[in-house]
């Protein structure tokens, strides 16, 4: 996958999308790798857009490694 690729999928993931990715990755994943942060400012972001509440529902859901 490309760079531009790459952006292209973090900004069209939803937040449950990109926090799923984000705990469930192995060490070293090629998605975080050379990024600067887009990943992570991005996915806090789409956090910032939510409605009060969501981002912990979605956090449970998710849970770890699941």
């Known amino acids: 996958m490309t760079r ?3 952006h292209e ?3 069209n993931a939803t937040y449950e999308e990109l926090l799923k990715r984000w705990r469930n990755s192995p060490v070293g ?3 975080f790798k050379n990024d600067d942060g887009f ?3 991005t996915m806090d972001s ?3 857009h939510l409605y009060p509440g969501e981002a ?3 956090s449970k859901k ?3 490694f699941g």
């Open 56 to 58: 912990v529902r979605i």
């Open 29 to 31: 994943d090629k998605m």
């Open 9 to 11: 999928w973090i900004l």
């Open 46 to 48: 789409k956090k910032n």
């Open 4 to 6: 531009e690729e790459k």
């Open 39 to 41: 990943y992570k400012l």
């Open 62 to 64: 998710i849970g770890f």
